[in-house]
T-cell receptor, first 115, second 112 residues
Framework: NAGVTQTPKFQVLKTGQSMTLQCAQD?????MYWYRQDPGMGLRLIYY???????DKGEVPNGYNVSRLNKREFSLRLESAAPSQTSVYFC??????????????FGNGTRLTVT | GENVEQHPSTLSVQEGDSAVIKCTYS??????FPWYKQELGKRPQLIID?????GEKKDQRIAVTLNKTAKHFSLHITETQPEDSAVYFC???????????FGKGTRLHILP
């Protein structure tokens, strides 16, 4: 039981390059999330997917696209990377327990540098 | 204003003393109130949570209290130890059942 797995762990891109961050969970969770974390800025929601087949914008969606490939996988794509997207990216998943939300389970993060 | 506000942003306490961090939320639909701890270079991990039908929950030195009327919940750490030094985050909902956002975090320093 691996939990939430993110790849890659580290990535360096040049401005204008594209890349896809991969995330998979094996907990049968319905909801999946992408956050970015900058120093002193906390965790900001980029996109989320409440269930397979749906995606919604978060707080900072500009410059990103997502795909909920199936219940397990949720990818984040940067079409044309910019230095402002240098950050640590976390994928997370959770599910509802009746009417209640439940804890987020995080992956180990991807450290992205855009030069 | 922000939907999830956390205070203070930095907190320093003497080892052995207590620490309290407060989180204010605005979404009335919120029914689940978690606190996460993030150590340097690591992912955030849940340390304690509470549902809206409960006013307080304790787990050894950690407790969470909820005031639904005032829309805030607090993290209490007693008998603080060096390993409590970390960044703590609260989380809540923004405009939907599954849109989970975080407070800006509190950096807790435990002084020897």
């Amino acid at each position: 039981n691996a939990g939430v797995t993110q790849t890659p762990k580290f990535q360096v891109l040049k401005t204008g390059q594209s890349m896809t961050l991969q995330c998979a969970q094996d907990m049968n969770h319905n909801s999946m999330y992408w956050y970015r974390q900058d120093p002193g800025m906390g965790l900001r929601l980029i996109y989320y997917s409440a269930s397979e087949g749906t995606t919604d914008k978060g707080e900072v969606p500009n410059g990103y696209n997502v795909s909920r490939l199936n219940k397990r996988e949720f990818s984040l794509r940067l079409e044309s990377a910019a230095p402002s997207q240098t950050s640590v990216y976390f994928c997370a998943s959770s599910t509802r327990q009746g009417v209640y939300n439940s804890p987020l389970h995080f992956g180990n993060g991807t450290r992205l540098t855009v030069t | 204003g922000e939907n999830v506000e956390q205070h203070p942003s930095t907190l320093s306490v003497q080892e052995g003393d207590s620490a309290v961090i407060k989180c204010t939320y605005s979404d009335s639909a919120s029914n689940y109130f978690p606190w996460y701890k993030q150590e340097l270079g690591k992912r955030p991990q849940l340390i304690i949570d509470i549902r809206s039908n409960v006013g307080e929950k304790k787990d050894q030195r950690i407790a969470v209290t909820l005031n639904k009327t005032a829309k805030h919940f607090s993290l209490h750490i007693t008998e603080t130890q060096p390993e409590d030094s970390a960044v703590y985050f609260c989380a809540g909902l923004e405009g939907g059942d599954d849109k989970i956002i975080f407070g800006k975090g509190t950096r807790l320093h435990i002084l020897p």
